[in-house]
C-alpha cells in the first residue's frame, strides 16, 4: 500500500496536518490510520502491479465488523476506456441511500485497439483480483464480509460476470447493473463498431470462438444459486440494446434468482440525475431485503 494516499477525516484536523506535513515531506509516507471512528479515503490503493491495477476506498466513520457492508464500483468504458473517477458523480447519491457503506471503486486493465494488448479476460481477472485483495483487508478496515458489486455499461458486465461466475464463496452478495452488456453472441452483430470491438477484445466471432463468448457472457453462468441482481436500461439504448437486458431477466427468471429491474421508455445510454437517484433508492430497498 506504499502508493496509497490516506486521508482522515476528522473534525478540527489542522495540527494534525501540521504535524504530517513536518514528519513527512510526502504525503505518500504518511502513517496509515484506521480508527474505525473517524472516515477514511485510501486513494489509489494497490490490489496488484499494474499501474491500471489501483482502488479508491472510502471507510465511513465508526463503522464495524458486524453492520458496514462494501459496495465496489466497476467503471464503464467499452473496456478500453474509463477511469475509477467515473464514481465521483455517483457517491453522493448512494453515501444518501446506503449510509452505513463502505465504498470501493477500482480501475482495471484496458483493452488496447491499437496494440492489441490486455485483451480479454484481463478485465475479469482484475476484478477476481480486487475482490480478493478487498476480501484480504476487511479486517483491518473494520468492515463486515458483505459485499455488493456494481457498474455501468462495461463495468456491469464485468460486476455480474463476477458475480456470476467467479464467487463460489458468495463473497459478492448482490450485483448491481446499469445498461450493461450480459450476452457476446447475440450483442455481437448490434453495429459495426460493436462488432469489431467485440471481436478484437474476445477473439474471433461468435461461430470461431464459441467457448470464449460463452465463457464471458454473464448470461451463461445463471444458475439458481445465482446472487440476487439489480439492473437498469434504457429502451432506445443505442449503445447497449435493451434487449441484453431483457435476456437477463428470462435467464433470471428461469433461475427464479430474484432480481429488481427498471427499463426507462425513450432513454438512451445513461440518465438524468433525477432518474439515477430513483434507481439508487430502488437498489437501496432491494438489497435491505437481500443484503440485511
Known amino acids: 500500500m506504499t502508493k496509497s494516499l490516506i486521508r482522515n477525516t476528522i473534525k478540527g484536523s489542522f495540527l494534525l496536518t501540521v504535524i504530517l506535513f513536518f514528519s513527512c515531506a510526502d504525503p505518500e509516507e504518511a502513517p496509515l490510520n484506521l480508527d474505525p471512528s473517524v472516515a477514511v479515503e485510501i486513494i489509489d490503493d494497490d490490489y496488484g502491479n499494474h499501474p491500471r491495477q489501483v482502488m479508491d476506498v472510502y471507510l465511513p466513520a465508526n463503522r464495524s465488523t458486524n453492520s458496514t457492508k462494501v459496495f465496489v464500483w466497476v467503471h464503464g468504458g467499452a473496456w478500453t476506456d474509463g477511469d475509477k473517477s467515473e464514481f465521483s458523480r455517483f457517491k453522493p447519491w448512494l453515501e444518501a441511500e446506503l449510509e452505513d457503506y463502505a465504498f470501493v471503486s477500482l480501475n482495471y486493465r484496458l483493452y488496447n485497439i491499437t496494440t492489441g494488448s490486455n485483451r480479454f479476460p484481463n478485465q475479469e481477472e482484475d476484478v477476481q483480483a480486487a475482490i480478493n485483495y478487498i476480501k484480504s483487508r476487511l479486517s483491518a478496515w473494520d468492515v463486515s464480509d458483505d459485499i455488493v458489486l456494481a457498474g455501468g455499461s462495461a463495468g456491469g458486465h464485468l460486476a ?50 464459441p467457448q470464449g463468448y460463452a465463457a464471458s457472457s454473464p448470461t451463461s453462468h445463471i444458475r439458481s444459486s445465482s446472487v440476487p441482481t439489480a439492473f437498469f436500461h434504457g429502451t432506445a439504448d443505442n449503445v447497449v440494446p435493451i434487449q441484453q437486458s431483457y435476456l437477463l431477466e428470462e435467464k433470471l427468471t428461469v433461475r427464479n434468482v430474484p432480481f429488481t429491474k427498471r427499463y426507462v421508455q425513450g432513454a438512451q445510454h445513461g440518465f438524468p440525475e433525477s432518474i439515477y437517484r430513483e434507481m439508487i433508492a430502488q437498489t437501496a430497498e432491494f438489497l435491505l431485503v437481500h443484503v440485511p
Open 160 to 209: 455480474l460476470l463476477h458475480a456470476y461466475k467467479n464467487n463460489p464463496d458468495r463473497a459478492v452478495k448482490a450485483a448491481v447493473a446499469f445498461f450493461p452488456p450480459t450476452d457476446f453472441p447475440t450483442f455481437h452483430g448490434f453495429n459495426f463498431i460493436t462488432t469489431a470491438l467485440i471481436e478484437a477484445l474476445i477473439g474471433g466471432s461468435p461461430s470461431s470462438n
